[in-house]
């Protein structure tokens, strides 16, 4: 008991620390989706602001050359057009606006400000030619050349690098999350099936073994070993059942010891349990393998007999009392029995009716000087 006690504390051990594993695990795996879920996001919103600087670039190109031309309503146009670029080129190198929550990775810092092109103080000084060119300075013509060749030529392929750039980082970075993520699902997987190996199915056969015991105490008589009054009644009620909805023959046989009382008290309660054990012995070689009987009382005990016909009953009834009688322990006082037999009648509704009626055919043998079989008959 004290081993068992120790394996299930082992077992129960093992299986909170792999409950705990699994709930480590699920929320890794939870938090790597959200994670993706996020970065997701915000790959989308700098692509979309990325995007939208080269539409901004041309914009401003396009307002320029209008208000070049005379068209002054174009000015304010064009300047909130910058405004406009300017604060989404901010937000994509420091983060914390327009839905961007991260700065430039390093790859992309690189892009905007380092080499001998960088992107950054591209963007800012065609914004200011933009502002020089609104001002209308002295140097306007010459910011608005610059203006119209960056667009052209010298910043769109840029801009378009930079969201290819974004682009590029936000699947690599998925990528990764989903390989994590595979790997933690696979990971709980197998912690599962680990589980289910190692602790599980232990547990499982260690619960099956002492339910298989207490039923075995629930349905057995600790004395005799044979079953007790529930387990005959249980099954004695499904054969009744069977009996008259089938119309086939269900023997009763009720069984009392002769004189135990005067047994248990002469010679104590020691020899009278010795006395039941030893009954029980003999009457069980007696019977047939699939009989049960079963003790339903202190020196009381009951046998159903399924498709038995009365001549058959009582036959079993007297192997039973003759076994009883020839078979005595030397060492326990004689013993001998009374058998009381019915069968079910057509008109039985219930198995008490023939249960009481086997007790009445006991009672007549008891009355009859003991030691002998009784039928009674269904009136």
Not at 10 to 35: I, P
Not at 71 to 98: H, K, N, W, Y
Not at 353 to 367: G, Q
Request: no cysteine; hydrophobic share 45%.
């Amino acid at each position: 008991m004290t081993s068992e006690h120790a394996i299930a504390k082992r077992m129960t051990l093992a299986y909170l620390a792999g409950l705990t594993l699994v709930a480590v695990l699920s929320s890794a795996v939870h938090f790597l989706l959200d994670n993706i879920i996020v970065q997701q996001q915000d790959a989308a919103t700098i692509i979309n602001v990325a995007g939208r600087q080269r539409m901004l670039s041309q914009r401003i190109a396009l307002l320029a050359s209008d208000f070049r031309t005379g068209d002054l309503e174009a000015r304010a146009l064009m300047l909130d057009a910058v405004a406009t670029m300017e604060r989404a080129q901010d937000a994509l190198i420091s983060g914390g606006d327009l839905g961007i929550t991260r700065g430039l990775s390093a790859t992309a810092r690189e892009m905007y400000f380092d080499g001998p092109d960088p992107l950054d103080p591209k963007v800012r000084a065609y914004l200011a030619d933009a502002r020089e060119l609104a001002s209308d300075t002295p140097n306007a013509a010459r910011a608005y050349h610059r203006l119209t060749r960056a667009a052209r030529s010298d910043l769109l392929p840029d801009l378009d690098s930079a969201v290819q750039l974004f682009e590029t980082e936000a699947q690599d970075e998925i990528a990764w999350m989903r390989t994590a993520q595979s790997t933690v699902l696979i990971s709980l997987l197998v912690t599962l099936a680990l589980e289910a190996v190692f602790i599980f199915h232990p547990l499982v056969r260690m619960v099956r073994r002492h339910a298989a015991r207490l039923y075995e105490m629930a349905t057995r008589d600790a004395l005799t070993n044979l079953p007790n009054r529930r387990h005959f009644m249980e099954t004695a009620e499904r054969q009744f059942a069977v009996s008259q909805r089938m119309s086939q023959p269900l023997a009763a046989l009720v069984l009392d010891l002769d004189h135990f009382k005067q047994i248990n008290d002469i010679h104590g309660h020691s020899t009278g349990d010795a006395v039941l054990r030893h009954f029980a012995e003999v009457a069980t070689r007696a019977l047939r393998s699939g009989d049960m009987l079963s003790r339903t009382g202190g020196e009381e005990f009951a046998l159903m007999l399924p498709l038995m016909s009365r001549t058959g009953a009582l036959t079993v009834a007297e192997k039973l009392r003759a076994a009883i009688e020839a078979e005595q322990d030397d060492t326990l006082p004689p013993v001998t029995v009374s058998v009381g037999v019915s069968v079910t009648s057509p008109t039985d509704r219930a198995l008490d009716e023939v249960l009481r009626r086997a007790d009445k055919a006991l009672y007549s043998a008891k009355s009859a000087g003991r030691n002998r079989v009784a039928l009674h008959l269904a009136e």
